[in-house]
């Protein structure tokens, strides 16, 4: 059988000595694991348990000096470069190891390379005959490789919702502490009401549900998914990828560091990273060694009914850094294999789930897929088949299911002058007044333990706030603001529906009569017979609180969809 030689860069990293105990175990290989401490590779490569025909070499090299010499000299077969940080890395080892006439792979998870990878060597690459794949990684190999076995055959993607949450135990390097400070507090990109905006690093949280592990604050990272599954799959309404800490200390520190450097107060955070690596040595202590990772998609299945799927991932006994070192891994058999065409691309284009799963074999990680179709959407439940099905059709194609979770239009905002009104409208973020603002609406359907959900987001203008939908034990129509809750008297009649409120509680007491705010809240069509909306809310004792009225048209390029059962 012919050996393979393979050299991995950054060997003695977090990641680079997992990827090379694994690799270890492949037949027939011959492994040069380097590190700019050539003892350090050397004694990595003494204590590796091997398979038939394997051997593995420690040497010293610094990628960034007199690469080219090198590699004519160890003559690889395949590079892996485990090296990072990525982001403010450019393409002088790909380069070099397709010019040497080797296959390449890293573990890259900057966005920015990534997107450029392609165009930068693929010309190279394939004039070469050689592979070379950039991100067989967590994200975006494994990431989207998951994404893309959920949503087979599917009619629509909606919403696509992916969350890191490894084990507080688990060891950090350098590397990666520097690639999140990067990014911490800056502009980084999401895709949200179906097209490519910006939000804060590290402070656009939400606590997410991860299935056999735990509820976790998981806050936004930069990665390339945002840009590479939005467009390329049409996504509806947002693509949002999460990570969170185990230890609270280190969750609300980046937190707020991030918060610090949005507003000016801290500009550049790497001489952090020694005494963060030293405080580890105690916000370490109270957590576990369990992570995992979810994947989770909502969207029109092959019937054009909407579905939930979302893939978990859950890895014990301390084997989640292990995680992201299994695409590439995935990648090198593959190769051994024949099974990858000549070019240069993302991993994300070319490495299917069941390759990266078959690698963790090996270790104490468990995949699991679940999917459940969403049935009846709430306003639909709380009213009942016949006052739905009398409805206009575009507020029926509004609160389907099936319907288009983004709509825009134009919208009319007034406001109450009080003090009490105004502190109100700041703590809910509710827009200024004005004659005529944009508006967007976004609607994400989920299905929790009691039920169905919807989450509702206005965006007036830029000016977002949200509130949540469910259906209380009684079977009525609940609105929930933060820690407000409402209970709503929800009709429809002549065309109309009608939401006043019924009872409130805060804090999950309830709030005397007198209290209660009036609502008067109606969804009709225009003379144009366009979606509208006129919300007037009045506080006891205070007077009006905010006035907005508009209309609304699905959002351009998500199209109309009509309900099979409508």
């Known amino acids: 059988m012919e050996r393979h030689r393979v050299l991995l860069i950054g060997a003695t990293g977090v990641f680079g000595q997992r990827l090379a105990r694994h690799l270890a175990l492949t037949e027939e290989l011959e492994l040069f694991l380097s590190s700019r401490d050539a003892d350090k590779a050397a ?18 090299l610094d990628h960034h000096n007199d690469l080219a010499e090198r590699l004519a000299a160890i003559a690889p077969w395949l590079v892996i470069d485990a090296s990072g940080p990525f982001q403010s890395a450019g393409y002088g080892v790909p380069r070099a190891a397709l010019e040497a006439g080797a296959h390449v792979v890293d573990l890259a998870d900057a966005r920015d390379y990534i997107l450029g990878y392609g165009a930068a060597l693929n010309e190279l690459a394939r004039s070469k005959g050689l592979v070379a794949l950039a991100g067989a990684s967590s994200t975006p190999a494994l990431s989207v490789a998951a994404t893309m076995e959920l949503i087979r055959g599917w009619a629509r993607v909606d919403t696509i919702e992916i969350a890191i949450a490894p084990g507080g135990r688990s060891p950090v390097g350098e590397a990666v502490i ?22 804060t690093g590290w402070l656009d949280s939400r606590v997410a549900a ?6 976790q604050r998981v806050a936004a990272v930069e990665t390339v998914d945002a840009q590479w599954l939005g467009p390329s799959l049409g996504v509806t309404s947002h693509v949002a990828f999460r990570a969170g800490l185990e230890s609270p200390i280190e969750q609300w520190g980046l937190m707020l560091l991030a918060r610090l450097r949005q507003a000016g107060l801290v500009g550049e955070l790497h001489k952090l990273i020694p005494a963060l690596l030293a405080a580890r040595r105690l916000t370490r202590l109270p957590t576990s060694n369990r992570g995992g990772m979810l994947v989770r998609v909502t969207g029109l299945d092959d019937q054009a009914l909407l579905r939930h799927s979302h893939w978990s991932l859950v890895a014990e006994r301390g084997d989640g850094p292990q995680v992201p070192t299994l695409g590439a891994a995935a990648a ?21 789930l069941g390759w990266i799963e078959a690698e963790m074999a090996p270790y104490a990680i ?12 709430i ?8 006052a739905f099905a009398a409805l206009p059709e575009p507020l029926r194609h509004f609160h389907s299911a099936e319907g288009v979770p983004v709509w825009r239009g134009r919208a009319r905002i007034a406001n109450g002058g009080n003090r009490v009104a105004r502190l109100l409208r700041w703590i809910i973020g509710l827009p200024a007044a004005s004659a005529d603002v944009p508006v967007t609406v976004s609607v994400e359907r989920l299905v929790g333990k009691h039920g169905p959900t919807e989450i509702w987001t206005r965006n007036f203008d830029g000016r977002r706030f949200s509130s949540q939908l469910d259906l209380d034990p009684q079977g009525c129509l609940r609105e929930r603001f933060g820690p407000t809750a409402f209970r709503l008297g929800l009709t429809a009649r002549d065309g109309q529906i009608h939401l006043p409120v019924l009872a409130a509680q805060l804090f999950r007491l309830p709030l005397p009569h007198f209290l209660l705010p009036r ?3 109606v969804e009709s069509l225009d003379d144009e017979g366009r979606f509208t909306f006129d919300v007037k809310l009045t506080l006891p004792f205070f007077g ?21 059962d409508a």
């Open 178 to 199: 520097a690639a999140i400070l990067s990014y911490v507090g800056r502009p980084i990109p999401i895709w949200r009401e179906g097209e490519l905006q910006d939000t």
């Open 379 to 386: 306003i639909r439940k709380a009213l009942g088949e016949a």
């Open 366 to 377: 468990t995949t699991q897929v679940e999917s459940v179709a969403h049935g009846p959407a």
């Open 210 to 215: 991860m299935p056999c592990l735990r509820r």
């Open 544 to 564: 009006l609180l905010v006035h907005y009225s508009g209309w609304l048209v699905p959002k351009a390029g998500t199209g109309p969809i009509t309900p099979p």
């Open 43 to 60: 004694h990595l490569a003494r204590g590796l348990v091997t398979a038939a025909g394997t051997t593995a070499t420690g040497i010293g």
């Open 332 to 352: 090198l058999r593959a190769l051994l294999g024949g099974a990858l065409e000549p070019g240069a691309r993302p991993g994300a284009d070319a490495i299917p």
């Open 519 to 521: 609502s008067e809240a």
